[in-house]
């Protein structure tokens, strides 16, 4: 049993991380573009899809750490017993949600926006990674115990 639960405390760690870096990696993208003969810098801001990636991996990202810390608090009993899997939840919907739109969002870019489609890509997949990490936690938490 207790070898589940440090898969669970692991997992959840990396859902903070991935959660991070899928946040950094969108919100430090941006692209100079010739658009119309006009020289333009295109970022994750003209597009509500990619701020949302950015804000959702942000909240997701604190209230992961959330969840992580009641989990080693005894998640099991008590208060943490019933926030934990809120907060599982809500990772997951918010992460799935937003890597989602954010993928639906690569197609509408300018012309040229190569390297910004790459990074939208890449935080969404981020993203999708750290609503899966927190799934699997979510499952391995309290494990059906043999009987």
Do not use: H, N, W
């Amino acid at each position: 049993m207790e070898g589940a639960k440090a898969v669970s405390l692991g997992l959840r760690i990396v859902a903070v991380a991935l959660s991070v870096a899928a946040a950094v990696v969108m919100g430090t993208a941006s692209e100079m573009i010739v658009d119309s003969g006009m020289v333009r810098v295109v970022s994750y801001k003209d597009y509500s899809a990619l701020v949302y990636l950015v804000v959702g991996s942000v909240i997701s990202a604190v209230c992961a750490a959330l969840a992580l810390y009641l989990f080693v608090q005894g998640g099991s009993s008590g208060a943490g017993s019933l926030a934990v899997p809120l907060l599982d939840a809500a990772v997951q919907a918010i992460l799935f949600s937003a890597s989602g739109a954010a993928l639906a969002t690569r197609g509408c870019f300018v012309g040229g926006a190569d390297a910004l489609r790459g990074r939208t890509g890449t935080a969404a997949a981020l993203g999708v990674c750290a609503a899966a990490a927190v799934s699997v936690a979510a499952l391995t938490r309290d494990p059906p115990s043999g009987g």
